[in-house]
Every structure is written in C-alpha cells, then in structure tokens.
C-alpha cells in the first residue's frame, strides 16, 4: 500500500523549533518530488515546501522562507521539515503529500500535484 | 505568486443536482497544471482532477474538469450525498504552487 506517515508534531513556544519527519512506503520514494501542506484551524490549504526527487533543489512559500528547510533521506524513504523561529500563525496540521512523475519515452517529468496524503500531524505554536 | 480565487464561497445544492465550481488564477497557468482536491471534516485532502482535466485513480466521472489560461471549472455531474465537502484547486505550474481558498459544497 502506498502511504505516508507524519510524525514530529507537539506545543512549542514561540521562537522554538520542531522537525516534522514523513515516512514513506509502498512506493519509489527516490523517484518521486515530495511536499509538506499545511492547514491552520478553520482555514485552507496551504503550500509550505516542495522538494525535488534528488533533493538537489527546494522551493518554499514565503511566508516560511528563511525559517523552515525541506530536506529528503532517500536511503531512509523520509521526508523531512526542519521549522525555525516558529510563530503563533505556524499554528497547523501539517501533511506530508507525494507528487507525481511521469516518464516519456527517456525523460521524466516531476509535478507538484499532490496524489497521496497523510493523516498529518499538528503543530500548536503557543506559550 | 498566481493567487487563484475560488467562487462561490459556499455552494447549496441538493442530491442529484448539477454542480459547477469555478477557479479563477491572476495569471496564465502555465500548460494547464490545475489540480482539484475533495476534503472532507477531520480528513487530509484527496486528489481528484489533474492536467485540469484528468481524472486521478479511482475517480467517479461524475466529476470533471474543463478549461485553460486563467479560467477553470469542476463539474459533479450528479450529486451523490458523499460528494458534500470542500473543494480546492491547485495551481502547479510555477512555484509557490499556490491553492485556491477553497469552495464549501454543502447539502440545500
């Protein structure tokens, strides 16, 4: 089966730091770009960090640009996101979600839609 | 950043009905990378429509998607009761891979 696990999440203060972790199972993970969404209380989607299959390149929204880093382990099938200097708006469930390739003909293309989802894991940003 | 900008808010429709979600984005999706997810209360987000038009793995064709540019719409052809939830679209075509505020489908 195909799935991702989040885990890592908790209560921190402000200021403070957390790294989420991601496993993943039943699929390539090497081959694969992978994200972290997350979704305050009562609120939308948001993109956080995205992350080539290599881990070669990375790319995060702005509002967490300079504070949190993606990172990938593919020896280990993890996903990772090292959050620093965390703010009470950081408060959220974080989900892990994996994207998607598609190979023609010798090349492959990576996208950013998101086809498997965790159950995700919660942050709470408070003092 | 390509903010997209969802309408309605709030949907009121009744089982067996036609629904029509819009996606409107502030520039040109480049190659029609528009994506839409179904979320339910206390779940993660479940891939529904990829390429603006793809249907994902396991995905009635009670739903589609259509459109190009900056214009993009998602079809329930037919309500089914487990179709009420919230609705997102995705734009992936240029990082931040921004989603929409989200379209609440709620039972009339």
């Known amino acids: 089966e195909v799935q991702v696990v989040e885990s890592g999440g908790g209560l921190v203060q402000p200021g403070g730091s957390l790294r989420l972790s991601c496993a993943a199972s039943?699929?390539?993970?090497?081959?694969?770009?992978m994200n972290w969404v997350r979704q305050a209380p009562g609120k939308g989607l948001e993109w956080v960090s995205g992350i080539s299959n290599s881990g070669g390149s990375t790319d995060h929204a702005d509002s967490v640009k300079g504070r949190f880093t993606i990172s990938r382990d593919n020896s280990k099938n993890t996903l990772y996101l090292q959050m620093n200097s965390l703010r009470a708006e950081d408060t959220a469930v974080y989900y892990c979600a994996k994207g998607n390739t598609v190979v023609r003909g010798v090349i492959k293309y990576y996208y950013y839609y998101m086809d498997v989802w965790g159950k995700g894991t919660t942050v709470t940003v408070s003092s | 950043e390509i903010v997209l900008t969802q309408s309605p808010g709030t949907l009121s429709l009744s089982p067996g009905e036609r629904a029509t979600l819009s996606c409107r984005a502030s520039?040109?999706?480049?190659?029609?990378?528009l994506a839409w997810y179904q979320q339910k209360p206390g779940q993660a987000p479940r891939l529904l429509i990829y390429?603006?038009?793809t249907r994902a793995t396991g995905i009635p064709d009670r739903f589609s998607g259509s459109g190009s540019g900056t214009d993009f719409t998602l079809t329930i052809s037919r309500l089914e009761p487990e179709d009420f939830a919230v609705y997102y679209c995705?734009?992936?075509?240029?990082?931040?891979?921004?989603f929409g505020q989200g379209t609440k489908l709620e039972i009339k």
């Open positions: 520039q040109s999706v480049s190659s029609s990378y």
């Open positions: 995705q734009q992936y075509g240029s990082s931040p891979y921004t």
């Open positions: 039943g699929f390539t993970f090497s081959n694969y770009v």
């Open positions: 390429g603006a038009s």
